[in-house]
Nanobody, 122 residues
Framework: VQLQASGEGLVQAGGSLRLSCAAS????????MGWFRQAPGKERVFVAT????????DYAESVRGRFAISRDNAENTVYLQMNSLKPEDTAVYYC????????????????WGQGTLVTVSS
């Protein structure tokens, strides 16, 4: 599967932004999907994950209650709605696909998108 993330933007603190990740190829509904982010000079870290079809989601503690992950299997797309953004949310955001039923670590994802930049100004 190939992944294409979009939604790059500059937003003020407290604002909102929605990222999208479109998948090409077959079998999108068979993948657990995730979002990760990498701030300048830091490691790539887990943000959110959503299961194939049972609606299970999980979030990093730093974004819980502010971000929401969702997917549309008919459109082969996963979304990340980001609200109440903070300057520390500034990072390149990556979407990824996993064969695992539950997946949070970077090592559990097999396919990665190219990344999209989110900048939050104070």
């Amino acid at each position: 599967v190939q992944l294409q993330a979009s939604g790059e933007g500059l937003v003020q603190a407290g604002g909102s932004l929605r990222l999208s990740c479109a998948a090409s190829g077959r079998g999108f509904s068979r993948y657990t999907m995730g979002w990760f982010r990498q701030a300048p000079g830091k490691e790539r870290v887990f943000v959110a994950t959503i299961s194939r079809s049972d609606g299970y989601t999980d979030y990093a503690e730093s974004v819980r209650g502010r971000f929401a992950i969702s997917r549309d299997n008919a459109e082969n797309t996963v979304y990340l709605q980001m609200n109440s953004l903070k300057p520390e949310d500034t990072a390149v955001y990556y979407c990824a696909a996993s064969f695992f039923v539950r997946a949070a670590g970077t090592g559990t994802y097999s396919y990665w998108g190219q990344g999209t930049l989110v900048t939050v100004s104070s």
